[in-house]
């Protein structure tokens, strides 16, 4: 069965930094293309970025790539993401889920998600 | 960025009762549209990938279809169990972008 677990979420101050885990299980994980989707509180999704097999390309949204690093372990099986300059509109369920990667991508698994809030 | 537009924003349906819900995108995404089905408290489930293809498990009543910008998902009888907020998504082009989201409610 293939299990995502997310962790290392919380409350965080604005400015501060957060690295979120992503714990896979029940496939190959060096097999599979990875990512990261957030949605805020009654909103919908956003797309954050993924991270190929071998780490060789990482791809972000325009608007977090000076804020958000994606990296993943294929030893450890599991998937980081380091997020810097938290400020508020950074309140979000965050999601990693795995990637299917054709001519297009979809994402055929998720993990149960990570609250994070950004407050003082 | 591709912009994803999807209508209606929410909508109700009877038990049995036909729903389609379009997704319509900026430019041509070239059937790279999946559908994902969220419960409250839930991740996303997937649907639909590749515009038309049933991931596994997903009942039958289930289809999508389209071509070029235009997109629908199509439930052909509503379940109890369907109630939920449906999104699309275009995973052509980074940044991959989803829709605002379709509220489904049961009548």
């Known amino acids: 069965e293939v299990k995502l677990v997310e962790s290392g979420g919380g409350l965080v101050q604005p400015g501060r930094s957060l690295k979120l885990s992503c714990a896979a299980s029940?496939?190959?994980?060096?097999?599979?293309?990875m990512g990261w989707v957030r949605q805020a509180p009654g909103k919908g999704l956003e797309w954050i970025g993924e991270?190929?097999?071998?780490?060789?390309?990482?791809n972000y949204t325009p608007s977090l790539k000076d804020k958000f690093t994606i990296s993943r372990d294929n030893a450890q099986n599991t998937l980081y993401l380091q997020m810097s300059k938290l400020g508020s509109e950074d309140t979000a369920i965050y999601y990693c889920?795995?990637?299917?990667?054709?001519?297009?991508?979809?994402?055929?698994?998720w993990g149960q998600g990570v609250m994070v809030t950004v407050s003082s | 960025d591709i912009q994803m537009t999807q209508s209606p924003a929410s909508l109700s349906a009877s038990l049995g009762e036909t729903v389609t819900i379009q997704c319509q995108a900026s430019?041509?995404?070239?059937?790279?549209l999946a559908w994902y089905q969220q419960k409250p408290g839930k991740s996303p489930q997937l649907l639909i990938y590749?515009?038309?293809s049933l991931q596994d498990g997903v009942p039958s009543r289930f289809s999508g279809s389209g071509s070029g910008t235009q997109y629908s998902l199509k439930i052909s009888s509503m379940q109890t169990e369907d109630e939920g907020v449906y999104f699309c998504?275009?995973?052509?082009?980074?940044?991959?972008?989803f829709g605002a989201g379709t509220k489904l409610e049961l009548k």
């Open positions: 430019e041509d995404i070239y059937s790279g």
């Open positions: 590749g515009a038309s």
């Open positions: 889920a795995r990637e299917m990667v054709i001519i297009w991508d979809y994402f055929d698994y």
């Open positions: 029940g496939f190959n994980f060096n097999d599979y293309w």
């Open positions: 998504q275009q995973g052509l082009k980074y940044p991959d972008t």
């Open positions: 991270i190929n097999k071998d780490s060789s390309t990482i």
